[in-house]
């Protein structure tokens, strides 16, 4: 994976960060499948942003009310005595391994098992690397918390429908300059969108990735040039269409006929599906027609 001459803390904190997530990734013996060892996801990308971003309360206009904004998080973890000091988000995209991948894509109606064992023993090992990620920060001398892990951190149905959380990592992410959405609402990375997501806050003065992309939606390929709706023709459910991702249905086709046909054969309680996340212009890079358009418009 991809790491360089070991970084000091003190030197270079933002590299010793994402240094520290490739390692824990790359070295974690619960990062492997227990049925045949293989890893739940390949060499992770990292990001970072300030955690008094305006999208950050711009959120609460575009997602709800109740979306938690990092300051809220860190004053619920810390007391709000601690005063508006700098405060930087971290986030990591984990992409989800080749051979799982793989075998996602040649199913038309139901997840592969390492899908699903990928969707229900990984996202406890994406747990494990928030935590890790705060207990080294705390070694330092910081203040951290995963915002996932806080007692404020909350399940609900929006008011426009569906199910939806009060912190949302895939927005986070977009804040941190690791991709944009895309139809069927997934998260689209320089590593595509069969991903999962994690953060950390802490109070350090982290300088922010940026953002390469002037649009929410920018690398999906439908919304660049309407060429493009696999994500729609891959969804079993019929949850995907031009107007975008019906969550309600999505997931009612997954607690109705996924789950009961394949939650015991594979032995998890929640088998996921990404079926829209495999087989598909951005499953592991942003579709190549917008990376020629950009490599073009660049030159020009």
């Known amino acids: 994976m991809g790491l360089r001459k070991r970084i000091r803390f003190e030197d270079d904190p933002a590299e010793f960060i994402r240094q520290a997530v490739v390692k824990f990734v790359e070295k974690s013996p619960y990062g492997r499948r227990k049925i045949d060892g293989g890893r739940f996801y390949d060499e992770p990308l990292v990001g970072f942003g300030a955690g008094d971003d305006p999208l950050f309360d711009a959120y609460k206009a575009i997602i709800g009310p109740f979306h938690l904004t990092p300051r809220k998080i860190f004053d619920a973890a810390f007391g709000e005595s601690r005063g508006p000091g700098p405060l930087s988000v971290i986030s990591w995209v984990l992409p989800i391994s080749e051979d799982t991948r793989k075998s996602n894509r ?9 899908w699903s064992h990928t969707r229900y023993f990984g996202e406890p090992f994406n747990d494990r690397l928030r935590k890790h990620v705060v207990s080294l920060l705390e070694r330092k001398g910081c203040k951290a918390v995963a915002p996932a892990n806080s ?55 982290l300088p922010p990735s ?91």
């Open 106 to 114: 040649t199913q038309d109606k139901f997840p592969s098992l390492l």
């Open 210 to 300: 940026g953002r390469p992309y002037a649009d929410h939606r920018e690398n999906c390929l439908f919304y660049f040039n309407g060429t493009c709706k696999a994500c729609a023709s891959r969804c079993p459910g019929g949850a995907i269409t031009e107007e975008g991702h019906d969550k309600e249905r999505c997931f009612a086709h997954m607690r109705e006929k996924i789950s009961p046909a394949k939650a015991n054969e594979y032995g998890v309680k929640i088998t996921g599906c990404g079926l829209c996340q495999t087989k598909v212009p951005c499953e592991f890079e942003i579709p190549k027609a917008i990376q020629k358009e950009r490599a073009k418009a660049t030159k020009d």
């Open 151 to 205: 007692p404020l951190f909350a399940r609900m149905h929006a008011p426009s429908g569906g199910i939806t959380s009060n912190w949302s990592e895939r927005h986070a992410a977009y804040v941190c300059g690791l991709g944009t959405f895309g139809l069927c609402d997934g998260f689209i990375t320089p590593k595509g969108k069969a991903v999962r997501l994690g953060s950390v806050i802490v109070d350090l003065s």
